[in-house]
């Protein structure tokens, strides 16, 4: 292996995370919603939601009468 063989170990030991944005509001309700039909009891999707940052009010409301993001 040499130093262009793109399996050679990197010499940067600071991980480097890739640029994000937040998630949209619809994203959002879509995550409390599939939270809330995989968890066990409500304990348990409490304490995902909240480890997650989420909120239940997130996940209430038909996406049709949600407001846009163009809307805000």
């Given at each position: ?26 994203q ?21 939601l ?17 407001p ?5």
């Amino acid at each position: 292996m040499n130093a262009y063989s793109p399996t050679a170990p990197s010499q940067n030991l600071q991980p480097t995370l890739p640029r994000t944005e937040e998630p949209t509001a619809e994203q959002r309700r879509r995550a409390v919603r599939a939270i809330a039909s995989a968890a066990a009891d409500a304990t348990e999707c409490a304490e995902l939601l909240e480890a997650l940052g989420l909120s239940p009010e997130e996940g209430r409301g038909i996406p049709s009468q949600l407001p846009s993001q163009r809307d805000r």
